[in-house]
């Protein structure tokens, strides 16, 4: 796992599409807009929230996250909507002995069904594979989830089977969880 791709400087990832970028406190009104809807949060072990200096508040800890090499928390950037902060993917369990990290990732609602998440995974996937040199990354995704599935196996990514009340989740309790993954040697460019 080349740590200093992951660490040196914070990644930037650029799809003609898709940025996936530092979020800053210009993005507050943006990111408010995405943690305070409750149906973003439907499928993900995160409690929406509803107040904004709260939101304004976990910028630093984005920050201070990347800093203590233990989570990667991209903005995710629609070009088609003027570099509009519209989502959030992520990075972390970063399994050195193993050379595997986990990967998250989710969109405001108004911007579900266009092709953003998938191409979201992808960028995440080209750079945790030849950049960050990982050989697997994984995704823990709820059973009821049926987009983030077709995301992943669109992506090349391979269901691995059902961790059964293997997590407690916030807000959610004690929950099942689908593992996809994909290895190094399963990716193919592109």
Avoid at 69 to 78: E, Q, T, Y
Wanted: aromatic share 12%.
């Amino acid at each position: 796992m080349n740590m200093e791709a992951l660490f040196g400087v914070f990644p930037e990832l650029l799809s003609d599409r898709v940025q996936l970028a530092k979020v800053e406190e210009k993005h507050l009104e943006e990111l408010f807009e995405i943690y305070s809807n409750d149906r973003v949060f439907d499928y993900c072990g995160i409690i929406p929230k509803h107040n904004k200096d709260t939101v304004k508040k976990m910028i630093p800890h984005f920050e201070r996250d990347y800093l203590k090499k233990s989570i990667i928390k991209w903005g995710i950037f629609s070009s088609e909507d003027n570099g509009r902060l519209v989502g959030i993917a992520e990075a972390f369990n970063f399994n050195q002995k193993v050379n595997m990290v986990t990967m998250g990732y989710f969109l405001g609602d108004s911007y579900w069904g266009k092709g953003l998440a998938a191409e979201t995974v992808r960028l995440l996937t080209r750079f945790l594979f030849e950049k960050a040199e990982v050989n697997r990354i994984q995704a823990e995704v709820m059973p009821a989830n049926d987009a983030s599935k077709k995301v992943l196996l669109k992506n090349g990514y391979v269901y691995e089977g059902t961790l059964r009340q293997a997590s407690l989740w916030a807000g959610k309790g004690i929950v099942d969880l689908e593992m996809y993954s994909q290895l190094k040697g399963e990716y193919k460019i592109g």
